[in-house]
């Protein structure tokens, strides 16, 4: 599986959109990239993952770039909620049966 | 509510004394696993299972046990505690393995003394 980097840590205000970048440089054709974020020791929770196209959901937007080396998670509305770990993943469909979770950015939202 | 749940949330324990912790999950999910999480080294998969009665060792296993004899069900088994098992720990489910979403649960402390 491809390896990830991002910043340790960002800062955003409350109500403007947070911009968490993620770098992949050497991720292969058939691997995805995935967005979960941790809420201060709680468990992790998945918030969207995508192969080539942008996607979006209810919790926010993922940008990958053309040449899929590197990708971008968008929170549209930032609310100080939104304050956690976020980490990016980047997994293939026949990879091993865990997910390996670097050190993420820490995000966190400022009133 | 879709949910995986854990017990207990907090364990105080000393060393040796055989503890277990439950996970159950009510999505009729396949795929389970434990982690634990320490500072400075992210979170580390113990035991995955893929179905019932179908388990694997992750990438730390020693010192931990587990069982699938339900579908829904995935305890994990310290048979003999000691202080470096001190940790945060979670278990998931998903439909599938580990690409698909995975839902965690609230995580159980356990301090062993």
């Given at each position: 599986d491809a390896k990830t980097t991002q910043p340790p840590s960002m800062d955003c205000a409350e109500g403007r959109a947070a911009n968490l970048p993620c770098n992949h440089?050497?991720?292969?054709?058939?691997e995805y990239v995935y967005w979960y974020r941790q809420i201060h020791s709680q468990g992790p929770q998945y918030i969207i993952h995508g192969l080539k196209n942008n996607e979006t959901n209810e919790m926010a937007s993922l940008i990958i770039t053309e040449d899929r080396k590197s990708s971008t998670l968008i929170l549209p509305h930032a609310t100080l909620r939104d304050t956690a770990v976020y980490y990016c993943i980047v997994r293939s469909?026949?990879?091993?049966q865990k997910l390996v979770f670097g050190q993420g950015t820490r995000l966190t939202i400022n009133p | 509510e879709a949910q995986v749940t854990q017990n207990p949330r907090y364990l105080i324990t000393v060393t040796g004394k055989k503890l277990t912790v439950t996970c159950s999950q009510?999505?009729?999910?396949?795929y389970m696993s434990w982690y634990r999480q320490d500072p400075g080294l992210g979170l580390r998969q113990i035991y995955y299972s893929m179905n019932v009665e179908v388990t694997d060792k992750g990438d730390v296993p020693e010192g931990y046990k587990v069982s699938r004899k339900e579908k829904r069900n995935f305890p994990l088994i310290l048979e003999s505690p000691s202080p470096n098992q001190t940790s945060l720990y979670f278990c998931a489910s998903s439909l599938?393995?580990?690409?698909?979403?995975q839902y965690f649960g609230p995580g159980t402390r356990l301090t062993v003394t």
């Open positions: 440089s050497t991720i292969s054709g058939n469909f026949q990879g091993a | 009510n999505m009729n999910h396949e599938g393995p580990a690409n698909y979403e």
